[in-house]
C-alpha cells in the first residue's frame, strides 16, 4: 500500500527509445530517503552504482531526475527538486526550484520522473490525466525561456481543450525548461520555471540540453494524494501558515533588502569577484526596486504566505520590457555588485538576462566576475574577449552572457564554470594552474553564493562551504555543523521550501511529516540515521567523481584562497576565515557523521546506515 | 437569515498563493484538490494571477440555461447546483460571460461557487494572508457584477498591459 503522501508511481522516460513507463518504489525505501535529494541520490546509486566514476553527467547515459516529495504542494511553500549526476561537481546535488510542476505531477498520480537516454531530436514530455506523451520541441529549440513558456502555456492549454472541449476552462501546465545556456549545455546551467526561478546549482540544465530535452510540462485534475492523518495536517497547515505569516521583513521585502544589508551591514557581499565584501551604496536600497520597478509586491508561489518574490519590470530607458522577480538577494549580488553594478536597473537587466537565457543567476555571473578579475590583471584581453570587460560595464556583460550561452569565443571557455574555466585557460596562456585558480571562488567545482565567511557576520561561517557534499551551494551549508544541513537536507527530501521552513517550528514540520507519511519520523530519527544515511551517500558518489575530474580528499575540502586574502575594506576591514576553526570544526562535523579524518565514510558507519554496498568503493579512499 | 453578498475580487492584488483552491476544496470535498475548488486561480503569465470564479450576475444565464432545472440561486445570490439532476451537459458552462462553471473532475457535474453558505473559505484565508485580492461585501444584486465573469486569459491581457506597459502585449499569445 502507498504510505500517505506519496502519488505512488514514478515515470521512467527512456528517450532514445521513447518509452515511458511507471515505477514503483517499495514502502520502506520511501521511509529511509523519503523524496526530492534523498530518492534521487538513491535511483542514481542503485543505476549506476559501480559505474558512476566512468559515467559522463553530458553522456546519454546520465539520470536526470525530476523529484517531488511527500510534503510537496501539502506543506506550504511547493518546490520540485532537480537531481542528476552533475556536470559541475561530478556528484549528487538536489537542486530546487518553486513550480506548479511538483503540484500538476502529484495530481496526475506521479512522485516523479526519471530521463535516461537521449531523444535525437528536441522533444518535451507532457503529462496529464490522459498519460505521458514525448512531444516535438523542435519549434522550442533556440527560443528564450520568456519565449519558450509563452508558448508552452498556450500549447498545452489548446492540446487540452481539444482532448475534452466540454469540461469547462482548463488552466495552464505546470512547467519547466532550459533556455539557450541548456541546450548548449552550458556546463552550470539552470533548469527554469515560471520565467524567473531556477534550480540553479548542479547544472542540470546542461544535463536536459544533453538529453535534447527542452521542457518538462505537467497538467492534471487530480486530487492531492491522501495523507496518514488528514485532520492533524490540516491543523498543522492552519498553525505553519499563521506561523509564517509573523516573517514580516520576509513577506514586506523578501530577500531584495540584502543589496545593501549584506554590503553595509554584514560585510559579506562578492564585490567584483570577491575582491572586496563591503560597500555602503544606498543605490542598491530595496526600497529602489520598490519605488520604481516593483509591479506586484505580494507575490508568491503555491501554497505560500510567506511571499518573498515581488514582480519587477522595467517601463522606460534602454532595458524597457525587462520582466523578472524582486530579483533576490543572490541576483542581487551576483548579477549586480560582483560585476561591480550598484545600479536597481542594471542588475535587474542581467537577472533577466540570466532568467531569459537559462543561465544559474549566481553561476554564470560569478564565472563572468572571474573572467573580469582575469582581464583587470591583464591575463585576458581585448583581443581574446573580442571587447573591453570593464567593471560595471552592462553592456559588455549583456554580450558576454549571450557568448557564454551560446559558447561563442571566450564564451565556450567560461561555459566549463569557473573552476575548469581557470584549467582551460591556464593552458592557453601558458600559466600554472595555481596562479588562476586563485582568483576563483568556487568549492568542489560550486561557484559559491553570495555570502562571505571572512567577516563573519552573515550566517555563513569558516567551513560552512568546504565541507558541504555540495560545495559553494549557499542553500544547504554546514555552518553549525550537522544540524542545518540536516535541516536543509530535510526539506530537499520533503521539497518544500527553505523560506517555509523558517518561522513553524522544526518539531511542527516534523509532526507535519509524520502527520502526512504515517511513518515513526521524528526530528532524532531523521537527525541520526536517515539524514547521515542520505549526506554519506552523496559523499560517497562526491569521492566517486570522474570521469573528467575528481575531488581528493583534504586537498579539495577547502574554502576557496580569496577567503583567506584579509578583507581591504570596511568594518571588517582585515579579517579573514579563521583557518584553524576551519580545520577543528571540519572534524568535529566528519566525526558526527562517522567519517574518518580525510572525510572518508567509515566501514561501521556505512554498514550502521544500511550502505555496505558502498564499502568496496570506499575502502579505495582511505589511507 | 441568509442576506446578499458578494465576493469583491482584485486581480492585481492576488499573490498567485493558491490557498483559495486549497481551502475552497478542504471545505466542499475533504481534502487538499485544486482542480475541484469553486474558485480556480489562472495565471496565463507569471504574475499575472487571476481568479476565477462565479461573480453572480443579476440575471443568471447559466441558471436560465438549464434544460433539466438543476441550477438555482440561494438567499446569499449564490448559485446551487442539485448534482442529482444535473446531467454534466454543459449548458451553464456555454451560457455563462466567463464560462465559469467547470465538470468536477470526479463526479463531472457542473461546480459553481455556492459562497460557502454566506462565510466563504477562500475570502477568509485571502484577507487573513494580508493579499485582499478576494473580499467579503454585503452587497445585492447590481449590474456590474456581470462584467467580472470574464474569460480569465482575457483579464490577464489587461493585467499585462497595466503592470508591464508595451511588453504587455507580448506575453500572453
Redesign the interface.
Known amino acids: 500500500m502507498t504510505p500517505g503522501g506519496y502519488a505512488g508511481k514514478w515515470l521512467d522516460v527512456d528517450l532514445t527509445k521513447e518509452s515511458i513507463s511507471d515505477t514503483v518504489f517499495p514502502a520502506e525505501t520511501l521511509e529511509q530517503y523519503f523524496g526530492g535529494r534523498g530518492m534521487a541520490a538513491k535511483i542514481l546509486w542503485d543505476r549506476v552504482g559501480k559505474r558512476w566514476s566512468r559515467l559522463d553527467p553530458l553522456s546519454p547515459g546520465n539520470i536526470l531526475i525530476f523529484a517531488t516529495g511527500p510534503m510537496t504542494g501539502i506543506y506550504p511553500g511547493a518546490r520540485i527538486c532537480v537531481s542528476g549526476k552533475s556536470p559541475t561537481n561530478n556528484s549528487v546535488i538536489g537542486s530546487t526550484a518553486a513550480t506548479e510542476l511538483p503540484v500538476e505531477l502529484r495530481g496526475a498520480g506521479y512522485d516523479g520522473v526519471i530521463f535516461t537516454g537521449k531523444a535525437d531530436k528536441p522533444v518535451y514530455l507532457q503529462v496529464t490525466d490522459y498519460g505521458a506523451e514525448l512531444k516535438d520541441a523542435g519549434h522550442l529549440w533556440g527560443l528564450d525561456g520568456e519565449k519558450t513558456l509563452i508558448k508552452l502555456n498556450r500549447e498545452v492549454r489548446e492540446d487540452l481543450r481539444k482532448k475534452k472541449p466540454n469540461l469547462g476552462l482548463w488552466k495552464e501546465p505546470g512547467s519547466m525548461y532550459i533556455g539557450p545556456a541548456g541546450e548548449n549545455m552550458v556546463r552550470h546551467a539552470a533548469v527554469m520555471a515560471k520565467i524567473c526561478h531556477a534550480a540553479g546549482y548542479g547544472g542540470y540544465g546542461a544535463v536536459m540540453g544533453s538529453k535534447n530535452l527542452k521542457a518538462v510540462v505537467a497538467k492534471s485534475r487530480g486530487v492531492f494524494p491522501r495523507v496518514d492523518a488528514p485532520e492533524t495536517v490540516k491543523l498543522l497547515w492552519r498553525k505553519a501558515h499563521h506561523d509564517l505569516m509573523a516573517v514580516t521583513q520576509f513577506r514586506r521585502w523578501g530577500t531584495g533588502s540584502f543589496y545593501y544589508n549584506c554590503g553595509a551591514s554584514t560585510s559579506s557581499e562578492p564585490i567584483r569577484n570577491w575582491q572586496e565584501e563591503w560597500h555602503d551604496e544606498v543605490s542598491t536600497g530595496v526600497n529602489r526596486y520598490m519605488d520604481r520597478y516593483w509591479v506586484k509586491t505580494k507575490w508568491a508561489d503555491f501554497n505560500c504566505t510567506t511571499g518573498c518574490m515581488k514582480v519587477s519590470c522595467i517601463k522606460a530607458g534602454r532595458w524597457k520590457g525587462d520582466i523578472t522577480d524582486v530579483p533576490d538577494y543572490e541576483l542581487q549580488a551576483y548579477c549586480g555588485t560582483n560585476l561591480g553594478i550598484f545600479d536597481t536597473g542594471e542588475n535587474i537587466h542581467i537577472s533577466t538576462l540570466m532568467d531569459k537565457l537559462g543561465h544559474s543567476g549566481i553561476n554564470c555571473p560569478n564565472t563572468m566576475g572571474y573572467a573580469a578579475e582575469l582581464y583587470q590583471r591583464g591575463i585576458l584581453t581585448e583581443g581574446d574577449i573580442g571587447f573591453k570587460l570593464e567593471w560595471g560595464d552592462t553592456e559588455a556583460f549583456d554580450r558576454l552572457a549571450h557568448m557564454i550561452a551560446h559558447r561563442e569565443g571566450i564564451g565556450d571557455i567560461l561555459a566549463e564554470g569557473t573552476y575548469r574555466a581557470a584549467y582551460r585557460i591556464a593552458e592557453v596562456k601558458g600559466l600554472q594552474p595555481e596562479e588562476l585558480l586563485k582568483y576563483a571562488v568556487h568549492v568542489k567545482g560550486i561557484e559559491v553564493g553570495a555570502h562571505g565567511t571572512r567577516s563573519d557576520k552573515d550566517y555563513t561561517h569558516d567551513m560552512c562551504y568546504s565541507a558541504s557534499v555540495q560545495g559553494g551551494d549557499h542553500t544547504s551549508t554546514v555552518t553549525d555543523g550537522y544540524s542545518d544541513m540536516s535541516g536543509a537536507l530535510f526539506f530537499d527530501c520533503a521539497v518544500y521550501c527553505t523560506f517555509t521552513s523558517r518561522g513553524p517550528s522544526q518539531q511542527l514540520q516534523f509532526d507535519f511529516a509524520k502527520a502526512v507519511t504515517g511513518f515513526p519520523i521524528t526530528l532524532h530519527s531523521w537527525r541520526s540515521v536517515n539524514g547521515p544515511r542520505i549526506i554519506t551517500l552523496q559523499k560517497a558518489m562526491l569521492l566517486m567523481g570522474g570521469p573528467d575530474l575528481t575531488w581528493v580528499p583534504v586537498k579539495d575540502d577547502v574554502n576557496p584562497p580569496r577567503f583567506y586574502e584579509p578583507l581591504p575594506s570596511g568594518p571588517h576591514k582585515g579579517k579573514i576565515t579563521d583557518k584553524d576553526r576551519v580545520e577543528i570544526r571540519t572534524q568535529a562535523y566528519f566525526q558526527t557523521l562517522g567519517w574518518d579524518e580525510r572525510g572518508v565514510p567509515k566501514k561501521e558507519t556505512l554498514v550502521k546506515l544500511g550502505l555496505a554496498d558502498l564499502e568496496p568503493a570506499m575502502a579505495k579512499y582511505r589511507v | 437569515m441568509a442576506k446578499p453578498i458578494w465576493i469583491a475580487r482584485d486581480a ?2 492576488c ?5 483559495c483552491e ?1 481551502a475552497c476544496s ?1 471545505r466542499h ?8 475548488s469553486r474558485v ?1 486561480v ?6 499575472l494571477e487571476v481568479p ?1 470564479l462565479c461573480a453572480q450576475c443579476q440575471d443568471y444565464p447559466c441558471v436560465k440555461s438549464c434544460p433539466v432545472q438543476a441550477l438555482s440561486t440561494d438567499g446569499n445570490g449564490a448559485v446551487l447546483v442539485d448534482r442529482e439532476k444535473c446531467t454534466s451537459c ?1 449548458a451553464c ?1 456555454r451560457a455563462c460571460p466567463g ?5 468536477h ?2 463526479d463531472n457535474k457542473a461546480t459553481i461557487c455556492d459562497l460557502c453558505g454566506g462565510d466563504p473559505e477562500c475570502v477568509k ?1 485571502c484577507t ?4 485582499n485580492s478576494l473580499m467579503l461585501v454585503n452587497e445585492g444584486p447590481n449590474i456590474h457584477k456581470k462584467l467580472y465573469s470574464r ?2 486569459v482575457e483579464v490577464a491581457r489587461d493585467l499585462a498591459i497595466k ?5 504587455g502585449e ?4
Not at chain 2, 499573490?15 to 490557498?19: A, N, V
Not at chain 2, 503592470?163 to 511588453?167: A, R, V
Not at chain 2, 507580448?170 to 499569445?173: A, G, K
Open positions: 492585481t492584488a499573490s498567485g498563493c493558491r490557498r486549497l478542504m470535498e475533504g481534502w487538499m484538490w485544486p482542480e475541484a480556480r489562472f495565471m496565463p503569465f507569471p504574475g476565477h454543459g458552462i464560462t465559469v462553471p467547470y465538470l473532475p470526479g484565508v487573513e494572508a494580508g493579499y474569460d480569465p503592470f508591464f506597459g508595451e511588453k507580448e506575453v500572453i499569445e
